[in-house]
C-alpha cells in the first residue's frame, strides 16, 4: 500500500478482474445444464449503457426471437429467470415470471427490467454480470443470454490506490448518515476505492474469505445490539495474511474478538473515564482535542511491545495500533478507534486525529502546507493596499492567490471589464509579480446588486439557485473571456463561487471547466471538517478551513485561526491551513495578516499557492 508499487498493483488488479470477468461469462455460458430444445428461441440482453452511479436507473433490455419451423413445438408455459451476480456477495433472482407463452416466429425487443442503483442493491463498485434465462417448467433451458454493466465510484474520489472493504450493520437508524460519511471521506480523501457490505442480510451479507481481494478492512461498529459474525471475526484476527493488510476496528463489540486480542498485544477490560473529560490527548503529538461523545471505549494494553496507546481519555487507551505476536517483525496491522468519528462532529475536534491515523493505514504523507488567499480583487479595490499586502508576501517568501472578480457592475448596471480597464489590469499584473497566482471569483460577484457583496449563482432572499446550468455556463464564458483577452490566462489556476453557494448543475458546469475548486465542499457529508483537499471525479476542491479575518474585531480573528493552525500542526502526517484575507482592511489591517503570518511560520507551517495541490500542474 505505499506508494512503490501502487501502480502496478492498480494494473495487477485491473488485469485479474478483466481475468476474472472473462472467466465468470464462460463458466456461466459453458456450465452444464439441462436443455430442452435451444433452437426453438434466441435471445440477446443487454443494458442501455455500460457504467451507472449511484441514484441512476439500469435499464435492461431484451431481444428475444422465436423460431417459425413448423416441425418444432411451441412453448406455452416457458418461465423467465434473470440474476444478478454482484462483485461482493451472492448472487440475485430478480423479479422472475411465469407460464409466458412463446409464439412461433414472434419477436420481442422491449424494456425488460428498470433497475434502480441505490445504496441498498448496488452498494459495491465493480462489474455486474445479469444472466437471463428462458426455462421450461421442469428447469430446462430454452435460450439464454448475459450481459454486464459497471457501477463506478460515488462522485467523489479519482484513480484509487488501494481498495477498502467496509463492513457494518444493516440497521439505518445507527449507521446513518455516519456509516456515508466515512464512505465519502474515504474516497474523497484517501485515495482509496470503497465497497460497502452488510454483516448480516437476506442477499448482502459477510462471507468467510470476502477480505482477501482488499488492502484495507474496517468495521464500523455503530450497532452495539447486533455483534458481528463470527466469519468476520476470525477473518480480521486470524485470516490467511491478514497481517499483511490493515484493519481498522471501529466502535462496539470489540468483546466479540476477546480470544484473539492477547494476539495483538491487547484485552478487553473496558476502562470507563472517570470524571467524563471531553478531552481526548493525541500521544503522537500532545496535543488535546474536543472529544464531544458521550461513551468513548477505551481498552487495556497487555503487551506495549506489541500494542501501542495512539489515543487517551484521562489517560485510558482509546486508540491503539498494534503488531500481531506471530508476525513482530512486521509493521502494525491492527488499530482500534474506541468512538465514532463521524459522529457529533465539532471543527477541529478529535476526528482529527482519527483522520491523521487513516493516513497512517493508507501510506500517506500529506505534509504541512499553508495557503493564504486575498479575496475580492476588483476594479475598484485600493491599489496601494493590495500591492502592500503582496510586497510583504513577497519580502515573507510566501505565495498567494488572489480570487479575481473581472467584470464590476456599479449601482446603475454599467460595468468595467478588466480586459479594457487599464488601471485594473496593470494592479492586478504587479500584485502577480509578487509571486501570486489567480482563481476566477465569479464572473461580476453579483446577480442584482452590488458586486462582491451580492450573491451571483443563488438568490439569498428566496434561498434558492439563480438560473440553470446554461446560466452558469455563460457567466463562466464571460469570465474566461476577460481572462483570456487581458492575456492573464498563464496565471489562472480556478474557480471560487461567490458566497460558496450555487445549483448542483452550476457546480457541474464549474468542475468541467476548472481542475480545482478553492473552496469548502458543500456536497454534504461533513466534508469541510476535513483538513484536506477532497476530490471530486472532474476536480479537486481545496478548503479555506481557517476562514478568514472580520473587520469587526481582526485581533479576535487572529487568536482564533493561530489556536485552529495549532490544532492542525498537531496532526502527524499533515494538513492544509487555509485561510483568506481582504487587503480591503487597508493598512492597518496589513499588521493583522503579518501576525498571522509570522504565527503560521512559528509553527512549522510550509507555505504553498493552492496550485500545489493540482496533480501535473
Same mark, same amino acid.
Given at each position: 500500500m505505499r506508494s512503490s508499487g501502487r501502480e502496478w498493483s492498480q494494473i495487477k488488479r485491473t488485469l485479474v478482474l478483466m481475468l476474472g470477468i472473462a472467466l465468470l461469462l464462460v463458466t456461466l455460458s459453458s456450465a452444464t445444464v439441462q436443455c430442452a430444445d435451444p433452437s426453438l428461441c434466441t435471445m440477446e440482453i443487454r443494458t442501455d449503457k455500460h457504467q451507472y452511479h449511484l441514484g441512476e436507473s439500469v435499464q435492461l433490455y431484451m431481444w428475444l426471437e422465436v423460431d417459425i419451423n413448423p416441425d418444432l413445438p411451441g412453448i406455452e408455459n416457458a418461465q423467465l429467470q434473470v440474476e444478478l451476480w454482484r462483485p461482493v456477495g451472492p448472487m440475485v433472482t430478480l423479479a422472475p415470471r411465469e407460464d409466458i407463452p412463446l409464439r412461433k416466429g414472434a419477436e420481442w425487443d422491449e424494456l425488460l427490467l428498470t433497475l434502480p442503483v441505490t445504496e441498498d442493491s448496488f452498494r459495491n463498485t465493480g462489474v455486474y454480470v445479469v444472466h437471463a434465462a428462458f426455462l421450461s417448467q421442469a428447469g430446462a433451458t430454452y435460450c439464454e443470454a448475459y450481459t454486464s454493466f459497471i457501477i463506478s465510484r460515488s462522485g467523489f474520489g479519482k484513480d484509487p490506490d488501494t481498495r477498502t472493504l467496509l463492513v457494518t450493520s444493516r440497521r439505518a437508524d445507527v449507521t446513518e448518515p455516519f456509516l456515508s460519511e466515512l464512505v465519502v471521506w474515504l474516497e474523497a480523501a484517501y485515495r482509496t476505492e470503497v465497497h460497502l457490505i452488510y454483516q448480516e442480510g437476506v442477499y448482502q451479507a459477510y462471507q468467510s474469505g470476502i477480505y482477501e481481494d482488499f488492502d484495507v478492512l474496517i468495521y464500523y461498529a455503530t450497532d452495539y445490539q447486533h455483534p458481528p459474525p463470527h466469519?468476520?471475526?476470525?477473518?480480521?484476527?486470524?485470516?490467511?495474511?491478514?497481517?499483511?493488510?490493515?484493519?481498522?476496528?471501529?466502535?462496539?463489540?470489540?468483546?466479540?474478538?476477546?480470544?484473539?486480542?492477547?494476539?495483538?498485544?491487547?484485552?478487553?477490560?473496558?476502562?470507563?473515564?472517570?470524571?467524563?473529560?471531553?478531552?481526548?490527548?493525541?500521544?503522537?503529538?500532545?496535543?488535546?482535542?474536543?472529544?464531544?461523545?458521550?461513551?468513548?471505549?477505551c481498552v487495556e494494553v497487555l503487551d506495549d511491545e506489541l500494542a501501542r496507546v495512539r489515543a487517551t481519555v484521562e489517560d485510558a487507551p482509546v486508540i491503539v495500533s498494534a503488531k500481531n505476536a506471530h508476525f513482530s517483525e512486521n509493521e502494525e496491522c491492527f488499530y482500534f478507534v474506541g468512538f465514532h468519528p463521524t459522529s457529533y462532529l465539532a471543527p477541529f475536534g478529535a476526528h482529527l486525529v482519527f483522520c491523521?491515523?487513516?493516513?497512517?493505514?493508507?501510506?500517506? @504523507?500529506? /505534509?504541512? %502546507?499553508? #495557503?493564504?488567499?486575498?479575496?475580492?480583487?476588483h476594479a475598484l479595490t485600493n491599489s496601494e493596499h493590495l500591492l502592500s499586502v503582496t510586497g510583504f508576501l513577497k519580502d515573507e517568501g510566501v505565495p498567494f492567490t488572489l480570487a479575481l472578480i473581472p467584470i464590476y457592475v456599479f449601482e446603475d448596471g454599467t460595468k468595467t471589464?478588466?480586459?479594457?480597464?487599464?488601471?485594473?489590469?496593470?494592479?492586478?499584473?504587479?500584485?502577480?509579480? @509578487?509571486? /501570486?497566482? %489567480?482563481? #476566477?471569483?465569479?464572473?461580476?460577484?453579483?446577480?442584482?446588486?452590488?458586486?462582491?457583496?451580492?450573491?451571483?449563482?443563488?438568490?439569498?432572499?428566496?434561498?434558492?439557485?439563480?438560473?440553470?446550468?446554461?446560466?452558469?455556463?455563460?457567466?463562466?464564458?464571460?469570465?474566461?473571456?476577460?481572462i483570456e483577452f487581458s492575456e492573464l490566462k498563464p496565471h489562472l489556476v480556478g474557480w471560487e463561487t461567490p458566497h460558496y453557494k450555487a445549483s448542483n448543475e452550476a457546480y457541474t458546469v464549474f468542475e468541467e471547466y476548472f481542475e480545482l475548486l478553492y473552496e469548502h465542499q458543500y456536497w454534504g457529508f461533513d466534508l469541510e471538517l476535513l483538513p484536506y483537499p477532497a476530490q471530486r471525479e472532474n476536480c479537486l476542491y481545496v478548503p479555506t478551513n481557517l476562514y478568514y479575518v472580520k473587520g469587526e474585531a481582526p485581533q479576535n480573528d487572529v487568536d482564533r485561526i493561530l489556536d485552529e493552525a495549532r490544532l492542525l500542526a498537531g496532526l502527524r502526517y499533515g494538513a492544509v491551513a487555509s485561510f483568506f484575507y481582504h487587503p480591503s482592511l487597508g493598512l492597518e489591517g496589513l499588521e493583522y495578516l503579518k501576525k498571522i503570518i509570522w504565527g503560521l511560520q512559528e509553527q512549522g507551517w510550509i507555505f504553498q499557492p493552492c496550485s500545489h495541490f493540482i496533480e501535473d500542474k
Open positions: 466469519e468476520l471475526v476470525k477473518d480480521l484476527f486470524d485470516g490467511e495474511g491478514i497481517t499483511n493488510k490493515k484493519v481498522v476496528w471501529i466502535g462496539y463489540n470489540l468483546d466479540t474478538a476477546r480470544e484473539y486480542l492477547p494476539l495483538y498485544g491487547l484485552g478487553y477490560e473496558t476502562l470507563s473515564p472517570e470524571n467524563g473529560s471531553e478531552e481526548l490527548l493525541y500521544v503522537d503529538s500532545g496535543v488535546s482535542y474536543t472529544l464531544s461523545q458521550p461513551d468513548p471505549i491523521d491515523i487513516l493516513n497512517e493505514v493508507y501510506g500517506i @504523507d500529506r /505534509g504541512r %502546507f499553508a #495557503l493564504v488567499r486575498l479575496e475580492d480583487i471589464h478588466i480586459s479594457w480597464n487599464s488601471d485594473f489590469r496593470g494592479m492586478v499584473s504587479n500584485a502577480l509579480l @509578487d509571486g /501570486g497566482e %489567480f482563481v #476566477l471569483h465569479g464572473a461580476t460577484h453579483q446577480y442584482d446588486g452590488p458586486t462582491a457583496i451580492d450573491f451571483e449563482f443563488w438568490d439569498e432572499k428566496s434561498d434558492t439557485p439563480i438560473g440553470d446550468s446554461e446560466y452558469a455556463l455563460q457567466r463562466v464564458a464571460d469570465a474566461l473571456i476577460e
